[in-house]
Nanobody
């Protein structure tokens, strides 16, 4: 069992930045990877970025070069630094974890105005 709590969302202008945080609790030793996904109203959840226990990172093509994912195992947390934000980045951002099973946080809203 892993519980996830996201924070850091908000309203920013296009070109601005936000830093999202995901704090994991529970059976954190079982976590293999942590990542970020996003979902807009009426849209399917899509992959944004992930980082494995070994530090390997992956990014969606749409965010590569603008977003950076990082992980702090001592704090059982993952972060997503989002720069050069665009209106199309507007979505609920969810933390996802691969542990003994797949777990999702409740999400944090990111709104980018034009």
């Amino acid at each position: 069992q892993v519980q996830l709590a996201e924070s850091g969302g908000g309203l920013v202008q296009a070109g601005g930045s936000l830093r999202l945080s995901c704090a994991a609790s529970g059976n954190t030793f079982s976590i293999r990877s942590m990542g970020w996904y996003r979902q807009g109203p009426g849209r399917q959840r899509e992959f944004v970025a992930s980082v494995s226990s070994g530090g390997f990172t992956k990014y969606a093509d749409s965010v590569r070069g603008r977003f950076t994912i990082s992980r702090d195992d001592a704090k059982n947390s993952a972060y997503l630094q989002m720069n050069s934000l665009k209106p199309e980045d507007t979505a609920v951002y969810l933390c996802g974890v691969v542990a003994d099973a797949y777990y999702w946080g409740q999400g944090t809203q990111v709104t980018v105005s034009s």
